[in-house]
């Protein structure tokens, strides 16, 4: 069955479930996978930090500095180890040409992702990022697959 993860949302799965998220442009699509048992996860980031929010009440799904360390501690809740977890990332592109890359918030995203997952001490298996394009990513806990589809540049397995 597919799980939707919508903007801002990550969800959890074991096989025979299907993660996907639409529409990823400046946002950040991160796969977490730990092989052994099999449990995957899929969060769609908006924005790189809940700090510079200003939001008093913030959804921490929206951020990578707070969905990713949750989406790992319901990884952890449901079998999963931290220390077998990989990443796999998509999305972070430049929707829009602007006159200033501090504009250009998915390079920010991306950037962010990296760190969180480097401090953590994941390591990033594969990438599909950048450039000026939307995707969607199918992620498939079964095998760790993640399928990247483009609209203008096909399919992409990570």
Not at 57 to 76: G, Q, S
Request: glycine residues 10%; contains cysteine; charged residues 20%.
């Amino acid at each position: 069955m597919n799980l939707n993860v919508g903007i801002s949302d990550w969800k959890v799965a074991k096989p025979p479930d299907v993660l996907v998220t639409y529409a990823l442009g400046s946002c950040v699509g991160i796969c977490l996978y730990d092989k052994r048992t099999k449990i995957g996860g899929l969060s769609h980031i908006m924005l790189p930090n809940s700090t510079t929010s200003g939001e008093p009440n913030i959804n921490r799904m929206k951020f990578a500095d707070t969905a990713i360390p949750d989406m790992i501690k319901k990884m952890v809740a449901m079998g999963a180890l931290q220390v077998g977890l990989t990443a796999k990332i998509a999305g972070g592109a430049l929707m829009f040409k602007t006159s200033s890359d501090r504009f250009n918030i998915g390079e920010r995203n991306v950037e962010s992702v990296k760190s969180v997952l480097q401090s953590l001490r994941i390591p990033l298996i594969g990438q599909d990022v950048g450039l000026n394009y939307g995707r969607t990513v199918f992620f498939y806990p079964e095998t760790g697959a993640a399928m990247v589809k483009s609209a203008t540049k096909g399919e992409r397995k990570l």
